[in-house]
């Protein structure tokens, strides 16, 4: 069984987190407390400097926010890290998109070149990528990306575990294990969490497993992106195993280990609305479906789990997706586990547009229950998703969205 299989029993339902109170009654007594981590703001060279410098480098652009009355403008890129990032993302993203085309193209020309274009899809899609490797999450496009995107973390200092994000004493007193991270929306792809995967360890002291699709890791072109996240299958077995994971936290002399060495176990992010976030994804528009799926929130329950739930702003105006009135496409992507779908962003090519990309986050504790009721899990989901709306809306006017509210469906 799934995160987010349905359980005998009958249900009380709770108002949903949509109705929870508007932006005008948030208590904006908090906004001091809130610290922005400017992620794109670290030196190219973040990942090859010494532990000791990258913690300086992150003192530095930890700030307090802004508010504004516009959307953050993007932040200025050279021409060579333009290209660089575009050209990488169009790989990623393009070459999915053009395998198909292709394919048919030369089966309907009859042509005698299909059969070493199939050899070469099937090289691309089989080849091996090591698994959890530090070049992997050491990498300088983990820089690029945060700069491409304009990328930064909100977060409260007063959020449990986490007031010493950004400092040195993170990673000697992580959060207490074990971590959720809820990334959302899902849109064409959330960059914010790619870019988080790279960073996390300088925010929270935890690096985090990656719950996704195992198709994607044999997806030419979309697997090189996919490396970096550490993917685990999303079943409740698998879960629950990275979950109870110890991580290294000493070394072999007892001291914290180094930022330059992986830190796994203990955590992993998961992108909770999967295919129906694709697929309602509209620019302009903050929407979060979860519907009736309540697996994780059990998990979380009978772990717990310390749930750090993230929207990150601006990650449905990346892309334009391409949806048909009956919906048939979503049909076929439900029945096959595997999202089919076209868009296009950036010059009409899918690469996405360049949006700031802000992530609002929101801590909850779940007290562990080794046999969680139906109102427990439900309280707890009212109680994650109800803090990530109105997390939000008190950071909202930080990320430049003071008009934008998120509805949880």
């Known amino acids: 069984a799934g995160p987010d299989e349905k359980r005998p029993g009958k249900r009380r339902h709770l108002p949903p987190t949509s109705a929870m109170p ?48 516009q959307p953050r403008q993007a932040c200025e890129l050279t021409f060579s890290e333009d290209l660089t990032v575009s050209a990488f993302l169009l790989v990623i993203l393009g070459v999915p998109l053009l395998i198909p085309g292709v394919f048919l193209l030369l089966l309907a ?3 005698t070149y299909l059969k070493w274009f199939v050899a070469v899809v099937l090289v691309l899609a089989f080849h091996p990528i090591p698994k959890y490797k530090a070049s992997h999450r050491r990498s ?43 990334a959302c929306p899902h849109g064409v792809l959330n960059f914010g969490a790619i870019i988080w995967v790279f960073f996390s360890r300088w925010i929270c002291g935890r690096e985090q497993y990656t719950a996704g699709v195992s198709a994607v890791q044999m997806v030419p072109g979309l697997r090189y992106l996919v490396a970096p996240l550490w993917v685990i299958r999303v079943d409740r077995k698998s879960l629950k195993r990275r979950l109870q994971e110890e991580p290294q936290i000493l070394d072999a002399d007892g001291k914290p280990s180094s930022t330059r060495a992986l830190r796994r176990g203990g955590m992993i992010g998961i992108v909770p609305d999967g295919i129906a976030g694709i697929f309602r994804s509209k620019p302009g528009e903050d929407v979060l479906f979860i519907g009736k799926k309540r697996g994780l929130m059990r998990i979380c329950l009978e772990e717990g789990a310390m749930i750090m739930g993230g929207w990150f702003s601006g990650t449905s105006d990346l892309f334009h997706i391409v949806v048909d009135p009956l919906g048939i496409m979503e049909w076929i992507s439900r029945k096959m586990q595997v999202s089919l779908f076209l868009f296009f962003g950036r010059w009409g090519l899918p690469i996405p547009r360049r949006i700031s990309v802000t992530l609002c986050a929101h801590v909850v504790q779940a007290e562990k229950k080794a046999a969680p009721t139906e109102e427990e899990v439900e309280a707890l ?29």
């Open 140 to 182: 300088r496009i983990g820089v690029l990306l945060a700069k491409y995107f304009t990328a930064t973390v909100l977060l409260r200092r007063e959020a449990p575990g986490f007031e010493h994000a950004g400092t040195a004493e993170i990673d000697r007193n992580p959060p207490r294990a074990p971590v959720v991270a809820l």
């Open 22 to 69: 508007p932006a005008e009654e948030s208590d904006t007594s908090r906004e001091g407390d809130v610290v922005a981590f400017e992620l794109w703001r670290l030196p190219g060279d973040f990942f090859s400097l010494e532990p000791e410098a990258q913690w300086e480098a992150f003192a530095r652009i930890t700030v307090q926010p802004k508010k504004v009355s």
């Open 109 to 111: 020309m009859g042509s």
């Open 381 to 409: 989901h009212q109680t994650v998703y109800g803090g990530m709306s109105r997390a939000f809306e008190e950071m909202r006017h930080f990320a430049g969205y003071p008009e934008r509210r998120l509805v949880v469906l």
